[in-house]
T-cell receptor, first 113, second 113 residues
Framework: KAGVTQTPRYLIKTRGQQVTLSCSPISGHRSVSWYQQTPGQGLQFLFE???????NKGNFPGRFSGRQFSNSRSEMNVSTLELGDSALYLCASSLSITSGTQYFGPGTRLTVL | LAKTTQPISMDSYEGQEVNITCSHN???????ITWYQQFPSQGPRFIIQ???TKVTNEVASLFIPADRKSSTLSLPRVSLSDTAVYYC??????????????FGKGTHLIIQP
């Protein structure tokens, strides 16, 4: 079974731009969560989607948004990029919102210049 | 979610058994203990999960004493490729919920030849 895939793997943007990251969960998994990882703050939860609905949200500004499609694929968007948004963005999938281990993708490395 | 405390770093040598202990004094009755492994620029990978006593899989063992206020991840006969950051998480079985998975700083395990 294929694992979680994320595209693109690397991205370079400039301040003020916006970016969209994509995540394809493991087949059959319906929950997708997004995390931001930086050297200073570590791994931080952004939000979780299940059945196309955002179920939970971490403590991030409204510039960070996401959505989930009917096939469980998910995208996250960051608008008006800031230097501090440079990070590894990780997507994780699980069977459902209340069960199972979360399986992480390889991440998208975003650099904001 | 219960707070966890684990050593910032550990060193060992190839072929040795490595034990990483995690403290979680305020673990709740419904909480499970889960360990993840993360290599640089990759997403965390689930290693093992347990509730009490001992759990063993093909990768590691997890020892949980009766009071469940701590747990020990045991890696038998480590190799250089076990050099990674190991995270101990405590929460409901999915480890998710309103705050997603809450990762601490983790333990940076360095294996030397």
């Amino acid at each position: 079974k294929a694992g979680v895939t994320q595209t693109p793997r690397y991205l370079i943007k400039t301040r003020g731009q916006q970016v969209t990251l994509s995540c394809s969960p493991i087949s059959g998994h319906r929950s997708v969560s997004w995390y931001q990882q930086t050297p200073g703050q570590g791994l931080q939860f952004l939000f979780e989607y299940f059945s196309e609905t955002q179920r939970n949200k971490g403590n991030f500004p409204g510039r960070f948004s996401g959505r989930q499609f009917s096939n469980s694929r998910s995208e996250m968007n960051v608008s008006t990029l800031e230097l501090g948004d440079s990070a590894l963005y990780l997507c994780a999938s699980s069977l459902s919102i209340t069960s199972g281990t979360q399986y992480f993708g390889p991440g998208t490395r975003l650099t904001v210049l | 979610l219960a707070k966890t405390t684990q050593p910032i770093s550990m060193d060992s040598y190839e072929g040795q058994e490595v034990n990483i202990t995690c403290s979680h004094n305020n673990i709740a009755t419904n909480d499970y203990i889960t360990w993840y492994q993360q290599f640089p620029s990759q997403g965390p990978r689930f290693i093992i999960q347990g509730y009490k006593t001992k759990v063993t899989n093909e990768v590691a063992s997890l020892f949980i004493p009766a009071d469940r206020k701590s747990s020990t991840l045991s890696l038998p006969r480590v190799s250089l490729s076990d050099t990674a950051v190991y995270y101990c998480l405590v929460g409901e079985e999915s480890g998710g919920g309103a705050d997603g998975l809450t990762f601490g700083k983790g333990t940076h395990l360095i294996i030397q030849p």
